[in-house]
């Protein structure tokens, strides 16, 4: 009788701390909710904002005609782009409305058979671009050019023109397992490499007239250190380590009020954390696995971007022609590497609809995503790609690559003499 008097007791006396300070539990959520709908607010009524008045530039990059070296001085002009990064402070986030680094947005265009390599970033971004390029690419060309999106209708499809479309996701679960890069595209008998360019190229080169495929990498950089912070739990994973479970504020609330009952009857025992011996790495690793890890390590040592991949193929109707999507997507998948990680049309993206009306749907997608193209839209699941990732997946073509489709620097630049009179 007493047990049960103490227990009604007790809950009446939660009761009433759940009554006077019910609003306590609510703080957090509510902060968050206010902060969401305060920076939407910001973002886009303050002329100072991300989202206010800043000016977008359109640059086409014309690669030389001869080139002698890999992919590794593209890497080093993604690491040089990790310069804008900046640490803002509470005033920048919650009145200005910083809410992301300056982004880039690097994009390989098949228009018609020619290729062309673009980038379209913030004006105030274009200096420092410029440089990187042309400090390993002197005989490069950058030139200001219209967005070629605005050469096409505003809504596709229409009566004219189809198009498809999908964002990609990685085919690994976790964001940190890299992708092929290019020093695993070497023949193992000359040790030249293959450079995996020249099917991206040559699918798009194939293209008839009104057809044209994009693919576009819009990248935001993220903070030294971050990336290997966030890394850190799948290296440990990988090594065999024990791995803290995170749990949230409402798991903990939870746990404690699971206890209660119990506690009323009795002591509640609690596990005791026990150590267990482990073994050497070497030998608890197999060859494989010592790979992955060595892998992933090297990558969390790189710079990265926050990156949302996508591609649309979009034609005239009379030509539209659903194999180059196939020959494209495969040209992309040469960057899988089954044991490390992959990219692949993320199913949800896909600009096809399913059972009832099917065509509605299909048509609703690909306005969506054509739109999400044009504007150079991050919303969605993002990938992560370290500038090793993206130097492979984004370069100019070396010397063993001979395509006609691709536009390149006809002849080579060269400096003023010194001794040129000048009147």
């Known amino acids: 009788m007493d047990i049960t008097v103490n227990f009604w007791e007790i809950l009446k006396t939660f ?5 006077n300070a019910w609003w306590l539990i609510l703080v957090w959520p509510l902060w968050y909710l206010f902060a969401i709908i305060w920076m939407e607010f910001v973002a886009f009524y303050s002329k100072d904002s991300f989202n206010g008045k800043y000016k977008w530039t359109m640059l086409e990059i014309i690669p030389p005609r001869e080139i002698e070296r890999g992919p590794k ?3 080093m002009i993604f690491t040089g782009l990790s310069g804008v990064i900046t640490t803002p402070n509470t005033f920048d986030i919650y009145l200005n409305g910083f809410f992301r680094q300056d982004p880039f947005s690097f994009e390989l265009v098949g228009e018609e058979g020619r290729v ?10 274009r200096n420092l671009l410029e440089a990187q390029i042309y400090a390993q690419f002197p005989e490069a060309q950058i030139l200001e050019v219209e967005d070629y999106c605005n050469k096409f209708p505003k809504i596709v499809p229409n009566r004219d023109w189809d198009l498809w479309g999908a964002d990609f996701d990685f085919t690994q679960k976790d964001l940190f397992y890299p992708i092929k890069t290019y020093d695993q595209f070497e023949e193992s008998i000359t040790g030249e490499m293959i450079d995996p360019m020249a099917a991206l190229i040559e699918q798009l080169g194939t293209l008839g007239p009104g057809q044209h495929i994009w693919l576009q990498y819009m990248l935001v950089p993220i903070p030294e250190g971050e990336s290997f912070k966030a890394g850190a739990t799948l290296m440990n994973k990988l090594k065999g380590k024990p791995v803290a479970e995170q749990m949230s504020v409402f798991g903990h609330l939870v746990d404690v009020f699971s206890k209660i009952i119990p506690a009323l009857s009795g002591p509640v025992e609690f596990k ?17 696995e010592r790979d992955v890890l060595k ?11 926050k990156t949302k991949m996508r591609m649309i193929y979009i034609g005239k109707r009379t030509g539209f022609d659903k194999s180059h999507i196939g020959g494209f997507v495969g040209a992309i998948k040469q960057f899988n590497d089954l044991h490390l990680n992959g990219v692949k049309p993320e199913a949800i993206s896909k600009t096809a609809g399913i059972i009832f009306s099917a065509a509605k749907r299909a048509d609703f997608r ?5 739109n999400r193209y044009r504007n150079r839209n991050m919303d969605g699941f993002n990938l992560m790609f370290s500038t090793k990732e993206l130097a492979t997946m984004f370069h100019f073509p070396n010397i063993t690559v001979k395509s006609p489709a691709l536009t390149q620097v006809s002849s080579k630049l060269g400096s003023a003499p010194a001794n040129l009179p000048i009147e």
């Open 295 to 305: 892998a992933v390590e090297e990558n969390l040592g790189k710079n990265f971007f």
């Open 15 to 19: 009761g009433l701390v759940f009554f």
């Open 272 to 288: 005791a954390a026990t150590k267990k011996e482990e073994a050497p790495l070497d030998t608890r690793l197999s060859p494989m």
């Open 73 to 75: 001085p593209m890497e």
């Open 116 to 125: 062309h390599y673009y980038v379209r970033l913030l004006s105030k971004s």
């Open 366 to 370: 690909k306005r969506k995503i054509y």
